[in-house]
Nanobody, 114 residues
Framework: VQLQAYGGGLVQAGGSLRLSCAAS????????MSWYRQAPGNQREFCAT???????FYKDSVKGRFTISRDNAKNTVYLEMNSLKPEDTARYYC?????????WGQGTQVTVSS
């Protein structure tokens, strides 16, 4: 699978962005899909995941602000981000998960100004 993430940008604190991650191939619906983020000098951290049957899970600090969803007909996973904070600034990566194997996209930059 190949992943292409897009939708990042510069937004003011309190604003919203929607990230998208388009996947190639026919097995998309069988993957769990996740969003991770990495700020400069920090390790990559988990944000949200959605199982192959559509159950979402979130990092505590984004719960209630971020919503992960998927459209299997479009081979796309989304991350709707609301009430953005400067500490959400990072490069956001999507990942396709099959068993213990992660396939990463190239990431998209989100910058939240105060």
């Amino acid at each position: 699978v190949q992943l292409q993430a897009y939708g990042g940008g510069l937004v003011q604190a309190g604003g919203s962005l929607r990230l998208s991650c388009a996947a190639s191939g026919s097995a998309f619906s069988s993957y769990a899909m996740s969003w991770y983020r990495q700020a400069p000098g920090n390790q990559r951290e988990f944000c949200a995941t959605i199982t192959s049957d559509g159950h979402p899970f979130y990092k505590d600090s984004v719960k209630g602000r971020f919503t992960i969803s998927r459209d299997n007909a479009k081979n796309t996973v989304y991350l709707e981000m609301n009430s953005l904070k400067p500490e959400d600034t990072a490069r956001y990566y999507c990942a396709a998960i099959e068993g213990v194997t992660y396939t990463w996209g190239q990431g998209t930059q989100v910058t939240v100004s105060s």
